[in-house]
C-alpha cells in the first residue's frame, strides 16, 4: 500500500498557457509527452463500493493496463491524503495485494457484481519539480472529460502530487504559481464528479455544515475543524458562481465569509496574533470585492416582489424601478464574477488552507478546556449584544444594524458549540436568536433598500414615484416588525443561559 498526497487545483482552460509559461514549470524536467489516459471506475448495480467509500478503476495508459484501488480520501482545501493499492490489470480483477483486511475482504466479496458507471479521459502532463534538494514534487496538467451515459463534464485541473517533503512544499509551490495564474482549490476528485454525472446530481450552493466539535478536543483543534468545513464552503460556493448564475453561490459564499470571520474573532484567545491580523483583513477584504449583489438581489426579491400597486395605483408603477434595478444587479454580478476569476482569490483560499493545517497547539492550549472556553466566550457575545441593545424605542437603523451583526455573531457562536451543549434549552435558545436575526434582517433589507434607491433618485429623478410608494409600502409592517423584534431580544439578553454550568 502506498499512500498518495497531492494537492488538487481547478484551472480554467484559458489560463493553461500561462501556466505553461510560469518560470518554475518551464524550468522543470518534462517527463515524457503527454499521455491519453483512459480510466473507467467501477461498481455495483447498487453503488455499494461508492457508499463504502472505496473506488476501483482500471486505467489504460498507452499499451499498459493498471488495476488502482483508492479508499476515501481527507480531502480539505484541496490536499487530500488517501491510501491506494496499483498493479498490472489483465483482463480481470486482483485483489489479494490489498493490505487492508476489511476493504480487501468486501472487494473480494463483491468482485462477481461490479460493472463499468463511467470513464474518464484525458491528457496529462506530467513534469517533475524540485524546489530545493529537500522535496520534490510531480506537477500534472489533465485536459479531457467525463463521460457518463449521455452526461459529460470536462476535466481542466492540476494536481501536484508530493514524492518526497511535505504537505506545506505543496502550498507553497501552488502559491507560487497563483501568483501568476488563477488557480482554485477543490476537494472533488474525478471519481466523485463522475458518480455525480452518473447520478445525475446537480450542483447546488454550498450551505454551512453541522458543527462536530466535542469536548475532547483542544480549542485549537475545535477551530481547525471549524475553519476547515468554512473554507469548503468558500470553495465550493466559489466554483458555483463562476459557472451557474444562481445569485445563491454568491450569498453562500459571503456566508462563508462572515462566519469564518465570526469564528476567529471567537477563538481569538487560541490563536495566534498574527493569523488573527491577517486573515480578519483578508476575509474582510474579500467580502467587500463581491460588491452590493446580495443587496440588489434582495431589493428585487424581498422588497420589490412583494409589492403590488393595484387597486389604487397602475400594475406598471413598479416597473422602471423594477428594470433599474435588475441593470445594476447585473452589472454588479458582472464584476463580482470578474474578482472571483482574478489569481488574488485563488491565492487567498490557498493561503488560508496553507495556514490552517500549520496551526500547532502549544502547552497552554492544548490542556485548556473546551466546554469551559466555550461557555466564557458565549457570555462574552450575549453580553456584547446586551450592550447595544439600548432602549427599544430609541434604536434607530444603524443601531439596528449593529444589533443585528451582535446577534448574528451569537448565532454563530451557539451554532458553532453546539454538540457542546445540545439540550432542548439550546436548541429553543437557538430557534429564538434565529427568528430575531430575521426579523432584524429584514429590517436591514429595507433600510439598504432604501438608501440604494434614494441615491439612484439623484441620477434618475423619473423613479421618484415608484421608490416613494415602495417605501410607504413597507412602512407599516417595518414598524410592526420593528416592535415585536425588540421584545424578541429582550427575551434572549436577560435571565438565565442555556449553557450555563450544571446544564
Request: hydrophobic share 40%; glycine share 4%; with cysteine.
Amino acid at each position: 500500500m502506498s499512500t498518495e498526497t497531492e494537492l488538487k487545483l481547478a484551472l480554467a482552460p484559458d489560463a493553461i498557457r500561462a501556466l505553461r509559461r510560469h518560470p518554475l514549470v518551464t524550468a522543470a524536467e518534462k517527463l515524457g509527452n503527454a499521455q491519453t489516459l483512459v480510466n473507467t471506475y467501477f461498481d455495483t448495480p447498487a453503488l455499494a463500493l461508492h457508499k463504502a467509500r472505496i473506488a476501483v478503476r482500471t486505467r489504460k495508459q498507452g499499451a499498459t493496463w493498471l488495476q488502482t484501488v483508492k479508499c476515501a480520501a481527507n480531502a480539505v482545501g484541496g490536499l487530500s491524503s488517501r491510501p491506494e493499492w496499483e498493479q498490472p490489470y489483465r483482463d480481470e480483477f486482483d485483489f489479494s495485494s490489498v493490505d487492508a483486511t476489511a476493504v480487501r475482504q468486501r472487494l473480494e466479496a463483491l468482485a462477481g457484481q461490479i460493472q463499468p458507471v463511467f470513464t474518464t479521459t484525458f491528457k496529462r502532463e506530467t513534469r517533475r519539480l524540485t524546489p530545493s534538494p529537500e522535496v520534490e514534487i510531480l506537477m500534472m496538467i489533465d485536459q479531457g472529460h467525463i463521460q457518463a451515459g449521455d452526461g459529460r463534464d470536462p476535466i481542466s485541473e492540476l494536481e501536484l502530487e508530493l514524492v518526497r517533503g511535505s504537505a506545506q512544499d505543496l502550498f507553497d509551490l501552488a502559491g507560487t504559481l497563483a501568483e501568476r495564474v488563477p488557480l482554485m482549490p477543490t476537494d472533488r476528485s474525478k471519481a466523485e464528479r463522475g458518480y455525480r454525472l452518473f447520478l445525475g446530481t446537480p450542483d447546488a450552493p454550498r450551505q454551512a455544515a453541522k458543527s462536530t466539535v466535542h469536548p475532547r478536543q483542544s480549542p485549537l483543534d475545535a477551530f481547525r475543524a471549524l475553519a476547515f468545513d468554512g473554507l469548503q464552503q468558500w470553495q465550493e460556493n466559489t466554483l458555483g458562481a463562476l459557472v451557474h448564475d444562481d445569485p445563491e453561490y454568491v450569498h453562500q459564499l459571503r456566508v462563508a465569509l462572515r462566519r469564518l470571520r465570526s469564528l476567529i474573532r471567537l477563538f481569538r484567545p487560541a490563536l495566534p496574533d498574527s493569523f488573527v491580523e491577517r486573515w480578519s483583513e483578508v476575509l474582510r477584504d474579500t467580502a467587500a470585492d463581491l460588491g452590493d449583489t446580495r443587496n440588489f438581489d434582495v431589493l428585487l426579491d424581498d422588497i420589490l416582489a412583494p409589492a403590488d400597486p393595484a387597486p389604487l395605483m397602475p400594475d406598471e408603477l413598479l416597473t422602471p424601478l423594477r428594470e433599474h434595478a435588475i441593470a445594476v444587479r447585473d452589472t454588479a454580478r458582472k464584476a463580482a464574477r470578474a474578482r472571483l476569476t482574478h489569481a488574488d482569490h485563488g491565492q487567498r483560499i490557498l493561503g488560508f488552507s496553507a495556514d490552517i493545517h500549520r496551526l500547532s497547539n502549544d502547552a497552554l492550549t492544548a490542556a485548556a478546556d473546551l466546554t469551559t472556553f466555550a461557555r466564557l466566550q458565549l457570555n462574552a457575545l450575549r453580553k456584547r449584544a446586551r450592550k447595544r441593545f439600548a432602549s427599544g424605542d430609541s434604536l434607530d437603523p444603524e443601531q439596528l444594524h449593529e444589533l443585528r451583526v451582535s446577534l448574528k455573531q451569537l448565532r454563530y457562536g451557539l451554532e458553532f458549540f453546539r454538540p457542546l451543549f445540545d439540550t432542548k434549552a439550546l436548541k429553543q435558545y437557538l430557534g429564538g436568536v434565529r427568528q430575531a436575526q430575521t426579523d432584524l434582517g429584514y429590517l436591514n433589507d429595507v433600510a439598504t433598500a432604501r438608501t440604494l434607491m434614494l441615491d439612484w433618485l439623484d441620477h434618475t429623478p423619473p423613479l421618484s414615484a415608484p421608490t416613494h410608494f415602495l417605501i410607504g409600502w413597507h412602512a407599516q409592517q417595518y414598524a410592526r416588525t420593528r416592535r415585536r423584534v425588540v421584545l424578541e431580544i429582550e427575551t434572549l439578553l436577560t435571565g438565565k443561559t442555556p449553557w450555563r454550568a450544571g446544564r
